[in-house]
């Protein structure tokens, strides 16, 4: 079979060679061209709280429910104060653990009295929703020790994550794996000691 | 009574001031006498960088599995058990995310924004199955994607489609491809992950809505075998024009074709090409007008189709938050408009006030944004009326064919027709 028999007979063969190589090409290409811009290790998602409105969609958008997202107790930035703003409702006059003095809705902030005059706060992470009640309390009238936060242990990871499209201060963003945690005014290198 | 409240808070207010600027908390953390220990501040730590490696490795292994169980094996039953591991694990181990269905947009947004950073791992999933498929055909479709496989799980009482309600149909993943595409590229969406209909069922935890999209395609593959593969799936046009080429393919028969026409009806999907008769051939001249009229069509359909897409870029850039913001501000005092001040989310506006960040700022990106859009809606839409053109022209192309072979542009490599031919293979 001399050469030109040879192509005439696999024409077709030869086009979706052809082809085969430039789809292969194409390819390849894209993975080069995007090869230059990756990053090696892997990232997560988490919200920054010194961007955070509290607007509580959290608790809403995540495709979880409830929400990845937790409020995380800062323990290093508490004051253990009995009044608790972001326990306690405004109006509230006694300081009780009664249910409608909360703020939270869903009762996952656990007050237990140390010494006098200090309380500690508690989150317990089951019954958390994410809304950020606590965490406007606590920063507008005491230290800000509570952080909404994206529990690593809860989220899913996806893609797109569904709280940072309906974000309204752009707070989510993805983070280095190795540095999975933002504390606003702490850095949680401290917190391993 | 009023007013010294007033009094009283401003002076807190105050006092909390002068604190501030000595620095640190309001209210410094006490020194505890009882020895009381403070509790550490809970970080669990996400899943470790392996197992995305395990997961990329799992990938090769399973797509070899299938190609080599769909062209050397020739085995239905490995291919169900292989699906339902992919079930298992792609799906309700790996809750879903990445997947090479939702890789796509990952590729387009590192293309058109440098500052996106991917993951090697987005990458691998988005590449490997298409050299798989380049050389094997959609193996990935038959067995290791975990929503194709959930569906295939449903395929009971499969009715075939006519040959134009499918092609029909078939256009749509070329519109949702190029529409996903479009959202990722301009940073403004990953539809694809948004509207995934199975993953709500391998997380156990979706809204209604979702669920039930799922359900009704679940419900549907039924008797319509493998509807979001076969209509939706924006990776499945990828693997399609990949597969067309393909350098192997799964067969029908293990060796000659004796044109039983047993397997003939086997295909739940409608991807099995008969043979065609001689006399269905056209003859040449009405063949030539054909093509005349076709070139003329096509460039034409393009064009009209590119112009249109460019028409509605505004209405595709309102789903980008920054636009809808940006129009928000923008709109919210024109009382002219007659707008429901309620209708506005106030949020997104309070926020933007409070941040400090000058309108004209945000207008300018916004504006920036609706222009990639027109430029984005005459790809979309050139990209699309070139998809109805070709499909056209694909319609009226007869190619010659002997024997009963699969169609290599939708066949999943399900193996399923293997078992209706009776010819053994050669020895």
Known sequence: MNKSEKRKINRRDFVNSTLRLSFGIAIGSIGGILLSNTIKSKTVWQLDPAKCVQCGRCATSCVLSPSAVKCIHVYDMCGYCDLCGGYFKPETKDLTTAAENQLCPTNAISRTFIEDPFFEYHIIEELCIGCGKCVEGCGAFGNGSLQLQVSHNICVDCNQCSIARDCPADAFSRMAIEEPYTFKGFSSDDDEV | ?????????????????????????????????????????????????????????????????????????????????????????????????????????????????????????????????????????????????????????????????????????????????????????????????????????????????????????LLTSVFIARPYCRFFCPYGVLLNLVSRVSKRHMTITPSKCIQCKLCENSCPFGAINKPTQIKELDNQKTATKRLIKLSLIIPLLAFVGGWTGSQFHENMAKVNNKVRLASQLYFQNDTTLNINKNSIDSVEITTFETSGKPKEQLYAEAASIIDDFYYGGWIYGTFIGLVFGLSLAGLSVLKYRNDYTPNKATCFSCARCMDYCPVEPDE
């Open chain 2, 1 to 217: 009574m009023k007013k010294k409240i007033i009094f009283l808070i401003l002076l807190i207010l105050l006092s909390l001031q002068v604190y501030n600027a000595l620095s640190g908390p309001r209210f410094p953390k006490p020194e505890f006498e009882s020895g009381h220990s403070q509790p550490t501040t809970q970080s669990p730590s996400p899943r470790g960088i392996i197992f995305e490696y395990i997961d990329v490795l799992l990938l090769i292994i399973s797509l070899s599995i299938a190609s080599w169980l769909a062209l050397k094996k020739r085995s239905r039953k490995g291919i169900f058990w292989l699906s339902i591991f992919s079930i298992i694990y792609f799906g309700f181990i790996r809750e879903g995310c990445v997947c090479s269905v939702g890789s796509v947009q990952n590729i387009a947004l590192a293309l058109f924004n440098p500052n996106y950073k991917i993951p090697l791992t987005a990458i691998a999933f988005f590449i490997i199955p298409l050299i798989y498929t380049m050389f094997f055909g959609r193996t990935f479709c038959a067995g290791v994607c975990p929503l194709g496989a959930l569906q295939d799980l449903f395929v009971l009482k499969p009715y075939n489609l006519k040959s134009w309600v499918q092609t029909l149909l078939g256009i749509i993943p070329f519109l949702y491809l190029g529409l996903a595409i479009l959202y990722a590229a301009t940073a403004t969406d990953f539809i694809i992950c948004r509207y995934d209909p199975f993953i709500g069922f391998f997380r156990f935890n979706a809204s209604f809505m979702m669920f039930a999209i799922g359900g009704i395609f």
